[in-house]
């Protein structure tokens, strides 16, 4: 099988991963090398596809085929979907050859398990070795790696890693039992809880002002859920997201809808979530990780399912009036983070104008916050919103997004342009 | 009125700036104009500078950082802001200035700051260099990319390439300005048209082959990939020619994966592994 033929293979079986960062590795770059590479800036998509995912690093399978059988999975080994299997050395050529032309950040890689965790890890170690210790590569490497693998050679993923990840799949023991039969939530957490003591031990080392640079070890993991596979609610995903954050310091939880593929399983029939289920969990996780906001404020016993039509700090605002109006010039961070329509950063401009001038609409203006969606939430200087505002029935109403062509008929409502924005900066 | 030309740069904006202040010209007082687009001009007409009224005042490095930025803007009006928020925080009394982000002038320099520092961005993200040969004497690769930055940012995108790519040569070529690396040393010279660049890479099949494979189809957003990947750097991205068709292709395959029959499990195959992992009462951490 030529190469091109492979790379269409295995970039194909490794879509379904949602992982794009390439952030948060520690600063090093090639200067004063004969290699190439950089990591410790923002991270870079150096393209995206149609299908608006940023692709920032070379992901590929080492191999997809596969001794486990996770029905959401085109590799499972119940697919008929044809195998193939790179040589470590092609891995690297092809990361050093996209990489010296510009096209990526780095390399992503995961693969099948064949043989055994142990034997597919070492095959996918050995890749990043190489590029590491052969050519001096100093660009982003993001390995997934099996949480049934031994702690040893976990440890030497993480030796060349910027980021390892595991994915946990699905939230619940019992998806997984029915899913994906040889994969467990205990074993995970427990490789989790490994990873995240070794990133620790390595910070503490590092602070340390007379230790001997310590080894070097990846910087942070991450992991992903899958949304939309079984019959988790969104307060199932957005607990253990949570757990996961408290308890590992995950840097990311990527939540990927599940979506149709090609050799689809009889045990899991295809039924897509909207794609706008997975926009509104990102929200949700910005709400936890940076407004300070709990899973039970935002999903509630009653309504375990965030709404589709409204953003969740939208949605809480609606279910909290009482709260509001929050006076702009007065009001302190906590309270103003969460009025709908501003986001982190702007609060913080609203406090610093503050410090200087009474706040008026029109300042707000200039930082092109939503008036349509804050204007009921809050006092300025200029401004008090009536009462029926916050009391009218209609106030819900106000915000639905018109009703709109679906683009495809299995989407629920398309996100709006301002949601997209707010899934790039945060900003919600 | 006192008519300002200077050569598009920060330092000669600096220059005529720190002489101005220092005569205590009010920024409405003051057009500033790029000498460049009119050379013939410059250096003649140049008021004869009357004696200074008061010592150069000093500004915050923020307020550099800030100018250096702004200046690469391509507005012609950015030299008149920058004079007058310089303005206003020297002889203004409003030394605070730029803590005050609603102002309308600190508001305008931050959205172009914002702007330019987007174009750097894309720079880095979007040049596509392409192998052109092998320095014999040195056995390093050589690399050329042709690119068409938005705004003059040339200089302050470089440095990333330099510490990227150190190990291999490499030139960027725009239509204003080209940056140039040989191992030692970063260099610039003057723009070129895009004939100069080398217009093809015998890895950017395989690029496409990438970009192709790795879409998912059953998820088509493409006006986020468009807000993001705007139109306007289509032209030099070998993978962007794929786009149209991959959209027009999408809704077909996903309507056959729908209708694809589900698949029978297959029972696990003898293999000392999978056996040895416990299958049964998982316990629920
Ligand atoms: S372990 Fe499961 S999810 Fe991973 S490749 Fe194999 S079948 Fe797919």
């Known amino acids: ?428 | 009125m006192h008519t300002a030309r200077i050569k598009p740069t920060l330092e000669s904006w600096r220059e005529e700036a720190r002489a101005l202040l220092v005569r205590r010209v009010p920024p409405d007082a003051v057009l500033w104009f790029d000498a460049s687009d009119e050379p013939s001009l410059f250096p003649a007409e140049s008021s004869p500078p009357p004696a200074a009224v008061s010592p150069t005042p000093r500004v915050s490095a923020a307020f550099m950082e800030l100018a250096r930025t702004v200046a690469a803007h391509t507005d012609e009006r950015r030299w008149g802001l920058l004079y007058r928020l310089l303005w206003r925080m020297t002889h203004g009394g409003e030394r605070a200035l730029l803590n005050v982000p609603t102002d309308a002038d600190v508001r305008l320099a931050e959205q172009w700051r914002q702007a330019v520092s987007r174009a750097i961005h894309k720079m880095h993200a979007f040049v596509r260099f392409r192998l052109t040969g092998k320095d014999e004497a040195t056995g390093r690769e050589q690399f050329v990319a042709w690119f068409e930055p938005e705004h003059r940012i040339v200089r302050l995108a470089a440095p990333f390439f330099e510490k990227r790519f150190a190990g291999m040569d490499w030139s960027i070529l725009t239509p204003v300005e080209c940056a140039h690396w040989d191992g030692e040393r970063l260099h610039f010279t003057p723009g070129v048209p895009p004939s100069a660049a080398p217009n093809e890479d015998a890895l950017e099949d395989l690029w496409r082959t990438y970009f192709k494979s790795i879409f998912n189809p059953a998820r088509l957003k493409v006006k986020m990939m468009q807000q993001e990947m705007p139109k306007r750097y289509w032209k030099n991205l070998p993978e962007a020619p794929l786009i149209p068709e991959l959209i027009a292709a999408s809704s077909v395959r996903v309507r056959t994966m729908l209708a694809t029959e589900g698949l029978e499990v297959k029972p696990a195959p003898r293999n000392a592994y999978l056996e040895s992992l416990p299958r049964k009462d998982h316990p629920e951490p």
Request: overall charge positive; proline content about 8%.
């Open chain 1, 1 to 428: 099988m030529d190469l091109q033929r492979k790379l269409e293979i295995l970039a194909d079986a490794a879509k379904y991963d949602a992982s794009c960062a390439s952030s948060g590795a520690a600063r090093k770059d090639s200067r004063g090398s004969q290699g190439v590479g950089s990591t410790g800036g923002a991270g870079i998509c150096h393209s995206y596809a149609p299908d608006g995912r940023c692709i920032s690093l070379l992901k590929v399978l080492l191999t997809n085929a596969c001794l486990y059988d996770c029905h959401y999975c085109i590799n499972r080994r119940s697919s008929n979907v044809q195998r193939a299997r790179f040589t470590p050395e092609e891995v690297v050529q092809l990361t050093l050859d996209f990489y010296k032309r510009n096209y990526i950040e780095g390399l992503f890689l995961s693969s099948g398990i064949i043989q055994s965790a142990d034997h597919t890890m070492e095959l996918v170690i050995e890749v990043a070795r190489k590029l590491r210790e052969e050519h001096l590569f100093r660009g982003y490497i993001h390995l997934k790696t099996i949480p049934e693998a031994s702690p040893a050679l976990i440890e030497r993923a993480g030796r060349y890693a910027d980021r390892i990840s595991i994915n946990i799949e699905l939230p619940t023991q019992a998806g997984l039992t029915r899913l994906a039969p040889e994969k467990n939530l205990a074993r995970t957490q427990a490789a989790m809880g490994h990873i995240h003591g070794k990133i620790e031990e390595r910070l503490a080392d590092k602070r340390k002002p007379e230790a001997p640079k310590p080894p070097p070890f990846a910087t942070g993991q991450s992991t992903q859920m899958l949304v939309g596979a079984d019959e988790s609610t969104d307060a199932d995903i957005l607990q253990r997201a949570d757990a996961l954050y408290t308890g590992y310091r995950l840097r990311r939880v990527y939540y990927s809808g599940f979506s149709p593929i090609p050799e689809p399983s009889k045990v899991l029939p295809i039924k897509p979530p909207p794609l706008v289920r997975e926009h509104r969990l990102y929200q949700a996780d910005w709400l936890l990780r940076f407004y300070d906001f709990k899973v039970g404020e935002i999903v509630t016993p009653d309504a375990p399912h965030l709404d589709l039509a409204l953003d969740p700090k939208l949605s809480w605002a609606l279910r909290n009036r009482a709260q509001f109006p929050a006076d702009i010039n007065r009001a302190p961070r906590e309270t103003l983070l969460r009025v709908p329509g501003l986001g982190a950063r702007n609060v913080d401009r609203i406090l610093a104008a503050r410090r200087h001038c009474r706040l008026r609409l029109v300042d707000l203006l200039r930082l092109r916050v939503p008036m349509k969606k804050v204007l009921p939430f809050i006092i300025a200087a200029d401004h008090t919103p009536a009462h029926l505002d916050l009391d009218g029935d209609s106030l819900r109403q106000r915000f639905l997004p018109p009703p709109q062509q679906m683009e495809l008929s299995l989407a629920g409502p398309p996100p709006t342009a301002a949601d997209n924005a707010s899934v790039l900066t945060g900003e919600l």
